[in-house]
């Protein structure tokens, strides 16, 4: 029988159940997967947001396929007040470095957006007095390595804090009841885990 959970992945965790130096894992969180469950994709530990686990290998398959090319919605504040043109460069693509390599990123959706509300991170990040910070939303259709902070840096706005806020049609703000905090597993059905897949 296939299972699906959603987590809040906090900052400082490794996106896996298995040890690696001293980070907190998946299998850090209160709750008690069964052997067969895993995560779908990975958050670096210092990213924060929704994360997929499940045992149902074809959806896994369908989600990682690139050719796919399934929406993430990710939070991101950066450093410096980022503006328009910063926004339409990030819409058309950029130049960002993988493993040495050039790479042009696809067609992103970048937004500003207000300071969303989110709980607070732990620890929180380093302000700087004299340099503000601001939000966008930015929608990619596919997950190279780091690739949201290389591409903020890419436009001069070092990225600050980011959180995955939506894979496909399925948002943090969709857990029933409280937003989730960090560290927050809940269960979703075959039906609702479909909405992944946009």
């Not at 970048?110 to 929180?124: D, G, H, V, W, Y």
Request: charge should be positive.
């Amino acid at each position: 029988m296939h299972q699906y959970y959603l987590t809040y992945k906090p900052f400082g965790m490794l996106s896996q159940f298995s040890r690696e130096g001293e980070h907190q894992t998946l299998a850090d969180l209160n709750f008690q997967f069964a052997k067969d469950i895993y995560p779908v994709g990975r958050l670096d530990a210092d990213s924060e947001g929704l994360l997929l686990l499940t045992n149902d290998n074809s959806l896994k398959t369908k989600l990682l396929e690139p050719r796919n090319k399934h929406t993430r919605t990710y939070f991101v504040q950066v450093e410096g007040e980022i503006n328009a043109d910063a926004c339409e460069r990030l819409n058309t693509g950029v130049q960002i470095s993988i493993d040495g390599k050039k790479y042009t990123t696809l067609p992103a959706k970048a937004t500003l957006i207000e300071e969303p509300t989110l709980p607070e991170r732990n620890p929180p990040i380093r302000f700087r007095k004299n340099i503000p910070t601001s939000w966008l939303s930015l929608t990619l259709h596919e997950g190279k390595n780091r690739q949201v902070r290389r591409m903020t840096a890419a436009v001069g706005f070092p990225t600050l804090r980011l959180v995955r806020w939506s894979i496909g049609k399925i948002s943090l703000a969709d857990k029933m009841g409280d937003f989730p905090n960090p560290g927050d597993v809940w269960e979703v059905t075959a039906g609702e885990a479909r909405r992944f897949l946009g």
